[in-house]
């Protein structure tokens, strides 16, 4: 599942790139000319190594995001002229990110080789694996995909509703089958997860065999009744495995993660428990915990209204194909539930994360479409709080109760699993793969930090596990001697998608957005006499988010009469009049000034008319 994040990211203290400001040359130096063509010949030439001969031969690992977060996973292999890309998924924005709807991994790296893709395998179909694919595929010249069918229905939903359905080849595999791609070879091995179809891969190039294992966890007893294939993983393993590359979400949770059966179980003693109606809210891709609640729903005879669209297009594409299996007339539209008694309903809804817009949401707000709470309902709460949302959820299960609602959140029954391996089990993955190097994946660093120490606890040897950045690059030759290349990376972070905007909020919009959130602004409107340079009229002050002006006359008036000696002093400074020059000067001293007065720093924008 997708969880947001909070390490890294941007924030104030982000350091600033530093940008030299001399070239190292001489500028009286006639010979100038020449030592830079000499220097940008020789940074060219170093460029070209470091991309060709050093690495055409190898093979390169190149984690594009999932490395430092949880979300946005897409990892790149390169061997000689051939490139294949696993998953592109989306990341949601942090509270350090105002205004931000998704992040997706910077790939212009990939753009700039995309006649070198092969292919683009997905693993399954959560958001933090397929969301990217409508903002990158066409970058890359819409590449063939290649997946299974419950995820290649998933994305081609996806793509039809941007209207790109028909660019890229969707291509569905089955596990068994055997992809050549370019210089890999990729083989399958289901895993199980909160949703099905999802695959791990072995991926075979000329230096050797990569198990790239994320999302998942070992279930004997899955809700789809398809566990884990171990007889493959241990085949696999016992042909050598040059490098495993494994989940890292759960890497601190000792023992084993609960099986999607036990949860089944939970669920059915529940609603058997339940006199008057259920609502149930969930993720819309966790299509097995939506066949318990059907599974359930049958067994008390009680239907199903379904609401939210991306629930009710999962559900169809599932249902479509064969991935849910419920009792035929079980769902009913809002209308026709009118005629059952409420011990026959279960109400399906999104937003288990406190989501806004979501259906829960919107029920907990009482303007919801077609669902309103009323004495005696049951609201089951199935996910577990992903960090920086738990206030969201506690304010909407308020007034959930406050509606009338019973409400049942993990706290109170553990109605949620989590779709990923627990320490024993990653530990078995380790085991039954024997790996020579280890890369975890999946995770924020200390969680993949967490994983690497398990690995050290298998006996690995520190020096042949690899915990990576993002756009870091693991280099691996015919003598099969993995490193980290330090003298290359690729262009790596992330591109912020706002509205249909898509990477043009960069990194100093979200500056000025947080400024903005965390001490308002503060408008200068000055009116200048085009001519002369002198003030036509006093200063205009509008704040916002900074202080109530009516109450601070005093403050008002001391940045106007301060605004009018600069305009007086440095208006004249230059010989042409440089209204740029002004403003920077007006914004630094009066922003300086506020601070003395309030220890507040509001984006301060001084604004010249000119008449
Ligand atoms: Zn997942």
């Given at each position: 599942?997708?969880?947001?994040?909070?390490?890294?990211?941007?924030?104030?203290?982000?350091?600033?790139?530093?940008?030299?400001?001399?070239?190292?040359?001489?500028?009286?130096?006639?010979?100038?000319?020449?030592?830079?063509?000499?220097?940008a010949t020789?940074?060219?030439?170093?460029?070209?190594?470091?991309?060709?001969?050093?690495s055409?031969?190898?093979l390169?690992?190149?984690?594009?995001?999932?490395?430092?977060?949880?979300?946005?996973?897409?990892?790149?292999?390169?061997f000689?002229?051939?490139?294949?890309?696993?998953?592109?998924?989306?990341?949601?924005p942090?509270?350090?990110?105002p205004g931000?709807?998704?992040?997706?991994?910077?790939?212009?790296?990939?753009?700039?080789?995309?006649?070198?893709?092969r292919?683009?395998?997905?693993?399954?179909?959560?958001?933090?694996?397929?969301?990217?694919?409508?903002?990158?595929?066409?970058?890359?010249?819409?590449?063939?995909v290649?997946?299974?069918?419950?995820?290649?229905?998933?994305?081609?939903?996806?793509?039809?509703?941007?209207?790109?359905l028909?660019?890229?080849?969707?291509?569905?595999?089955?596990?068994?089958?055997?992809?050549?791609?370019?210089?890999?070879?990729?083989r399958?091995f289901?895993?199980?997860?909160?949703?099905?179809?999802?695959?791990?891969?072995?991926?075979?190039?000329?230096?050797?065999?990569?198990i790239?294992?994320?999302d998942?966890?070992?279930?004997?007893t899955?809700?789809?009744?398809?566990?884990?294939?171990?007889?493959?993983?241990?085949?696999?393993?016992?042909?050598?495995?040059l490098?495993?590359?494994?989940?890292?979400t759960?890497?601190?949770?000792?023992?084993?993660?609960?099986s999607?059966?036990?949860i089944?179980?939970?669920?059915?003693?529940?609603?058997?428990?339940?006199?008057?109606?259920?609502?149930?809210?969930?993720f819309?891709?966790?299509?097995?915990r939506?066949?318990q609640?059907?599974?359930?729903?049958?067994?008390?005879?009680?239907?199903?209204?379904?609401?939210?669209?991306?629930?009710?297009?999962?559900?169809?594409?599932a249902?479509?194909?064969g991935?849910?299996?419920?009792?035929?007339?079980?769902?009913?539209k809002?209308?026709?539930?009118?005629?059952?008694?409420d011990?026959?309903?279960?109400?399906?809804?999104?937003?288990?994360?406190g989501?806004?817009?979501?259906?829960?949401?919107?029920i907990a707000?009482?303007?919801?479409?077609t669902?309103?709470?009323?004495?005696?309902?049951?609201?089951?709460?199935?996910?577990s709080?992903i960090?920086?949302?738990?206030?969201?959820?506690?304010?909407?299960?308020?007034?959930?109760?406050?509606?009338?609602s019973?409400?049942?959140?993990?706290?109170?029954?553990?109605?949620h699993?989590s779709?990923?391996?627990?320490?024993e089990?990653?530990?078995?993955?380790?085991?039954?793969?024997?790996?020579?190097?280890?890369?975890?994946?999946?995770?924020?660093?200390?969680m993949?930090?967490?994983?690497?120490?398990?690995?050290?606890?298998m006996?690995?040897?520190?020096e042949?596990?690899?915990?990576?950045?993002?756009?870091?690059?693991l280099?691996?030759?015919?003598?099969?001697?993995?490193?980290v290349?330090?003298?290359?990376?690729?262009?790596?972070?992330?591109?912020?998608?706002?509205?249909l905007?898509?990477?043009?909020?960069?990194?100093?919009?979200i500056?000025?957005?947080?400024?903005?959130?965390q001490?308002?602004?503060?408008v200068?409107?000055?009116?200048?006499?085009?001519?002369?340079?002198?003030?036509?009229?006093?200063p205009d002050?509008?704040?916002r988010?900074f202080?109530y002006m009516?109450?601070?006359?005093?403050?008002?008036?001391?940045v106007?009469?301060?605004?009018?000696k600069?305009?007086?002093?440095?208006g004249?400074?230059?010989?042409?009049?440089?209204?740029?020059?002004l403003?920077n000067?007006?914004?630094?001293?009066?922003?300086?000034?506020?601070?003395?007065k309030?220890?507040?720093?509001?984006?301060?924008?001084?604004?010249?008319?000119?008449?």
């Amino acid at each position: 599942m997708i969880k947001k994040q909070m390490p890294k990211r941007f924030g104030p203290t982000k350091p600033m790139q530093h940008i030299p400001k001399d070239d190292g040359v001489n500028k009286t130096d006639p010979n100038r000319l020449d030592m830079l063509i000499q220097k940008a010949t020789s940074l060219a030439s170093n460029l070209t190594t470091s991309r060709h001969t050093s690495s055409r031969q190898n093979l390169r690992v190149i984690p594009m995001g999932g490395v430092e977060e949880v979300g946005e996973n897409m990892t790149a292999f390169e061997f000689g002229d051939d490139i294949i890309v696993i998953d592109m998924g989306l990341a949601f924005p942090d509270d350090t990110m105002p205004g931000i709807d998704y992040i997706i991994p910077d790939t212009k790296w990939l753009e700039e080789n995309k006649k070198r893709i092969r292919g683009v395998i997905i693993t399954h179909g959560h958001l933090d694996h397929i969301g990217a694919v409508p903002y990158i595929l066409p970058k890359l010249g819409d590449p063939p995909v290649y997946t299974m069918a419950l995820t290649a229905g998933f994305i081609k939903k996806r793509l039809e509703e941007f209207g790109l359905l028909g660019r890229s080849k969707i291509n569905v595999l089955n596990k068994d089958d055997v992809l050549a791609l370019g210089s890999f070879k990729i083989r399958f091995f289901r895993l199980n997860h909160s949703i099905p179809d999802s695959m791990g891969l072995s991926i075979t190039s000329p230096v050797g065999q990569i198990i790239y294992a994320t999302d998942w966890k070992f279930d004997h007893t899955p809700a789809d009744g398809k566990p884990t294939e171990f007889d493959k993983i241990a085949r696999f393993g016992a042909e050598g495995v040059l490098l495993l590359m494994s989940d890292s979400t759960n890497a601190v949770k000792p023992g084993y993660c609960a099986s999607e059966r036990e949860i089944g179980l939970t669920i059915e003693r529940t609603f058997g428990d339940i006199k008057g109606r259920i609502i149930f809210a969930n993720f819309s891709t966790n299509i097995s915990r939506i066949q318990q609640v059907f599974d359930a729903a049958a067994k008390f005879n009680r239907k199903v209204i379904v609401t939210g669209r991306s629930l009710v297009n999962n559900i169809e594409i599932a249902l479509s194909l064969g991935y849910l299996k419920i009792q035929p007339k079980i769902i009913v539209k809002s209308e026709a539930a009118k005629k059952y008694p409420d011990n026959q309903i279960v109400i399906l809804t999104t937003g288990a994360q406190g989501e806004e817009a979501a259906g829960l949401a919107r029920i907990a707000r009482g303007d919801h479409k077609t669902v309103k709470i009323k004495k005696g309902d049951t609201t089951i709460v199935s996910a577990s709080p992903i960090p920086g949302n738990e206030r969201a959820i506690s304010a909407m299960l308020s007034n959930l109760t406050r509606l009338g609602s019973h409400v049942i959140y993990n706290k109170t029954l553990d109605i949620h699993t989590s779709g990923h391996a627990h320490q024993e089990e990653l530990k078995l993955m380790m085991a039954l793969t024997k790996p020579k190097y280890f890369m975890p994946i999946h995770g924020e660093h200390h969680m993949i930090v967490a994983h690497a120490e398990l690995a050290k606890t298998m006996g690995m040897p520190p020096e042949n596990i690899f915990t990576l950045d993002n756009g870091q690059i693991l280099e691996v030759g015919s003598d099969k001697i993995a490193k980290v290349t330090t003298d290359d990376k690729i262009s790596s972070g992330y591109v912020f998608i706002d509205g249909l905007g898509v990477g043009d909020v960069g990194e100093v919009v979200i500056r000025d957005r947080q400024v903005m959130a965390q001490d308002g602004m503060f408008v200068i409107i000055i009116t200048l006499n085009r001519r002369d340079g002198k003030l036509i009229n006093q200063p205009d002050i509008i704040s916002r988010g900074f202080i109530y002006m009516k109450g601070n006359d005093d403050l008002i008036r001391e940045v106007k009469h301060e605004v009018r000696k600069l305009v007086e002093t440095k208006g004249k400074e230059k010989l042409e009049p440089n209204w740029a020059y002004l403003r920077n000067v007006i914004r630094d001293e009066v922003g300086e000034y506020l601070y003395q007065k309030t220890e507040r720093r509001p984006m301060v924008l001084p604004v010249i008319i000119e008449i």
